[in-house]
């Protein structure tokens, strides 16, 4: 079944491909999208589910997700690319650079996991989280899901943009439930050694949603690879921290 993926192209240089996680469409690099494109060709994608794309029944695979991405750039007529996977999104790029090492410059991953029993587990205050919002209103729980993905430093202000955004874009629970499946049954671990793009690491040490042990592992795995860990930063370092993000990627892709 062809499924429509809904994409858009900002800036002119090297390609750099940009890939979020559960729950976010490509709104979600909004504080650092432009400021990409002063230096690349910036590729933003809504994954299958969100936004603008199909959300076909689930559950959903990050294989099925990469191959979607990678559609995206054969649409764009990108033969390589760089490429930024955040949480979900770092699954997806990791299966993408994996099946198709070929299509890929060098990977930034970003509040992810390589996945599998081997990996820390989701952190228990976001375990507690998912029980206690059964009870609540929906808007009410996906305030609380927002605010949990946030440092305790993050901007006044945040979780009011992010939310106008999640609620413009709202998913039915079908869609937000195959992604979710995609995270939950990804798992890299043994694949990983054989991953030869140069890569870094990224995550918060603040955050609540993916464990940040599972950068160390992610660094450990990957042969070669960089990491580089964000202070008291929650598990969205582009709205954190989005001049010392871009700082980071500009530099690892220069």
Not at 10 to 16: A, M, V
Not at 210 to 239: K, T
Request: hydrophobic share 45%.
């Amino acid at each position: 079944m062809s499924v429509h993926i809904a994409w858009e192209r900002r800036g002119s240089g090297f390609p750099l491909v940009l890939v979020h996680g559960l729950g976010y469409a490509r709104w979600g690099w909004e504080p650092v999208a432009d400021r990409l494109a002063e230096q690349f060709e910036v590729i933003l994608l809504d994954n299958r589910g969100i936004g603008e794309s199909d959300a076909p029944p689930g559950p959903y695979t990050a294989a099925e997700m990469a191959a979607d991405t990678l559609r995206v750039m054969d649409e764009a007529s990108i033969e390589r690319a760089h490429l930024v996977g955040t949480s979900l999104g770092g699954m997806i790029a990791q299966e993408l650079a994996l099946a198709a090492p070929e299509r890929v410059d060098k990977l930034v991953l970003v509040s992810t996991t390589p996945g599998g029993p081997n990996a820390p587990p989701m952190p228990e205050v976001t375990v507690r989280l998912f029980v206690e919002t059964k009870s609540l209103e929906p808007s009410v729980a996906l305030r609380r899901f927002v605010e949990n993905a946030l440092g305790a430093g993050a901007a006044n202000g945040l979780v009011e943009r992010i939310l106008e955004h999640r609620v413009r874009t709202a998913q039915p629970f079908s869609a937000w439930a195959a992604q979710a499946a995609a995270g939950t049954a990804f798992d890299a671990w043994e694949r990983l050694p054989g991953l030869d793009a140069p890569t870094l690491v990224l995550h918060g040490t603040a955050d609540n949603v993916v464990d940040p042990r599972n950068a160390e592992l992610l660094a450990a795995r990957i042969p070669g690879a960089r990491m580089e860990l964000f202070p008291g930063c929650g598990h969205l370092p582009p709205w954190e921290q989005p001049e010392r993000f871009v700082e980071v990627v500009e530099e690892f892709l220069a």
